[in-house]
């Protein structure tokens, strides 16, 4: 079969061996510069044998733009079958599954090649029971930059010497693995690249005394899967991550077949081209244009031969993709002729495609017929005029290519119509089930005509939704939700300035007590407009509180809610746009060690001060509040020497003692945060001191209800869970990050104290979609964008020894939503904090019970289904646009987490809270 195929192909093959060396993530940058210009010398002195290969024409380079998502395992399907992989391929990334698509590979196999791979084991999973030797190594342990690529190299001069083989695999994972650590200008990264060098001189001068004395004709094919950002991520669509190299090395010299050499291709190119240059069929799904420089040993004939065949291939694809289009079919039943069938079943671009073909067709079998019936002088005429023919052909192939590629992806439509009906209805009944609950049985939907706070809250879920249909929004979402925190705040602080009522002299005197947060509360809350004296002071259990300190507090918790958004907004420049300005953490990151080092201690002291407060200010102070701030302030210590012991060094990751410090910084606030749920409603006591008696000698006591019991459980807990949170964010999260966790932190405890204080107070519902956008706001805050280049790989390897897919997923979730996390879980505090009105201050603990639970669940879960119902609608309807995959299905991804994250907050506080109230009715029983 592969016989009668070379035979009926007229492509005499070029090559009878090859060698794929994959260098996983170099940029093509790096070896042929950016923008026609050379690169730099640091990069250029880095590859001096490659330099020398590419300036005497022994190599041809180019610029391969890969398609998102640029993560390994799609990639390389593209590399090997010329398809382009789904978005869905990331998840898969992690969990790859054989290629049963036609691919070079399986093709290489049916005309008998035998083959070897050694790197990635992707590779291995990708096209199983196809390599007679192997030796694969995990691709996800980033900590690894040495260990990984000795591991392929180690075998390279037994296969070189070996004669068994026709195809070689080689996959180096130590320059990602470098980037991923380090980013571009990593201090590994120019010995990296100097490695890689003297890899590709070893092969070079091997292929050229194996193929004197064997008769081989090899080919070495240097490629990389994807780019990286200059922080050495990747999986996006910027330039810089599409930014794929493709260089060719063989013992004859390569010509350019344009005058421009034109060094920018796409990665699915290479499988045309090296099917056509190693003798067998194109795979069937491949989408890709042959790159005719590759072929100037060709005779002219066979040159165009070759498009034709490229050609053809693409228009059977074309027939697949669009079965009901006459042109079409026409032509793929051998009738070149088109004519008379414009407009039947057509639509626009297929019909134009189908004249592209039809032109370059008539032109080659006219070019041919002038070639056999001239004579001598004339057919040289003719072999000069090639070019015409070929660009003809060029032009269909890009065409149909483009064409291809946007939407090669099958959908089954039924699926996605009963699909998008279900989560419509979904949405319907979730929406009218909040509505019930604010508005119904328990009065907390508290709209009034001119509530511009509850306008603003309703307005901008639906703004929000509607920005998620314009990619540039999409790209720069970050402004949406700034834009959103920044009014409802100001909002907030216009209706305190309407409330405000202070003697000339106001006492500045505000002890704040939570023992019995629920009968300050309680107390604080009968104020109200109407009874506002000059003079108001309310005795509480331990201090005093006036109406006048109360309106200060609120304005400092705003101001602080304010001012720290701002910086966290000035902290990253996310997005696109503007994320090359200049901005805190590229501060910190370009100045001196000394610096960045001291934001991260500083940072640590403040969450750790602020976690041991909240533990040991609640009163009566037990032996399980001293054993958990000491186990705070133990982690917090750990953490400390992590930092230390890390600090600039660049085999950081897998160094034994970093190792061990984040182990045990895991398992203390592990047990810690478990400690505070489990033993902490069986410990409350059923009492607190309220002072001293009327004599002033004994310490006077009262017996606290159910719900203030339940609610001083959940506060306890509530700030346990927050404490260790923050103090884990600042373990997990890049250097630069760790300012913004402390902010965070501030930002969530001003506005949970504003809220507690706020006269009048707000709805029940209001509270939540602010902590819930404040969290939103706060993912981007930590530098997170709608792109999956800013996932923290190397992040999700602090404290293991190896590859796990479960444990690095989940360190993975815990870096990338740490905000929406740490909000969701500051809804327990405010759940504790939450009292009825006087009319309903008799009711029944279960009902209180159940609206906090309802509550608190179903307006998270609303919001959130707004986005997920909204962007899947937006998704389908953009499903032809032009960054469907490079803007919209990257976000579908992150909404798609954010709802897993939503889900996790809320069934970590109804499970507390559902709990401590068993526990404390029990008690009280």
Known sequence: QHSSYMEESGVHPQYNRLIIMVIDGLPAEFVLGKDSLHPSKEMAGAMPYTQNLLSSGKAIGFHTRAAPPTVTMPRLKAITSGAI???????????????????????????????????????????????IRHDGVSSFYVKDTVQVDENVTRHLNEELSATDWDLLVLHYLGLDHVGHIGGRASPLMVSKLNEMDSIIEEVDASLISSDSLLGYHTLLMVVSDHGMTDGGNHGGATSQETDALALFIAKRKFQYFSETHNQEAFQVDIVPTLALLLGVPIPKNNVGVVLLDLFSSLNVTEKLRALELNSWQLMRLLHVRSPKSLCVASICSDKITIEGLEGVEDGEDIFRLCSMFRLAAEMHQLWKCQLLGSDKGSSSANLSNWKTVAEAYMLFLRSASSWLARGTTEKKMLFI???????????????????????????CFTWQAGSLEEIVAVGGVAVHAITLGSSSLVEEEQVTWYYLVTTICFIFIRHACQSVYLESSPQWKFTFSSSLISELLKTSNQITASEKPKKLKVQLIDGTISYGGIMKAQFLMLIVVVISGRVLRGWHRSGVNWAHLCDIAKWLEDSNSLALITVRLISLLLVTTVGCILVLEMRPRLFLQKLIAVNMAIASFLTMSYILWTHNSTAWLSGSMSILLAQLVYAI??????????????????????????????????????????????????????????????????????????????QLLAIISFFNNARPAYSLWMKVLTL???????HFGLGNTNTLATVDVAGAYIGLRSHSILLTGILAFIITYASPIMFMLGLLVLAS?????EAHAQEKWQNWLFHVVAVFCVVPLTLNAVMLTTFTGIMFLMQGHLFVWSVFAPKYLYICASTISTYLGVFINTITVLYTSLVVFYREA
């Not at 391929?89 to 969990?95: I, L, M, R, S, T």
């Not at 419509?424 to 509505?435: E, G, M, R, T």
């Open 669 to 746: 606030l592990g047990g810690t945060s478990l400690l505070a749920l489990l033993f902490s409603p069986w410990l409350a006591l059923d009492y607190c001191k309220m002072g001293k008696d009327g004599h002033g000698s004994n310490d006077k006591f009262v017996s606290l209800t159910f719900k203030a019991r339940e609610q001083a459980c959940l506060n306890f807990i509530g700030r346990v869970f927050l404490s260790c949170w923050c103090l884990l964010q600042l373990l997990l999260q890049q250097p630069v990050n760790t300012g913004p966790v402390g902010l965070l932190m501030l």
């Open 833 to 837: 904090m939450f009292h009825t009105s």
């Open 417 to 443: 119509y009963v699909g998008g009906l279900f989560m419509l209805f979904s949405l319907v009944i979730i929406i009218w089930v909040a509505f019930l609950l604010c508005k119904g049985s328990f009065k």
């Open 85 to 131: 992989a789904g978005f869905l391929d990331v998840a898969f990334n992690f969990n790859t599954h054989a290629l049963l698509h036609d691919n070079i590979i399986g093709q290489l196999a049916m005309a008998g090649w035998k083959m070897v791979m050694y790197g990635d084991e992707t590779w291995l999973h990708l096209f199983p029971n196809s390599f």
């Open 772 to 778: 819930f956008w404040m969290g939103s706001a706060g």
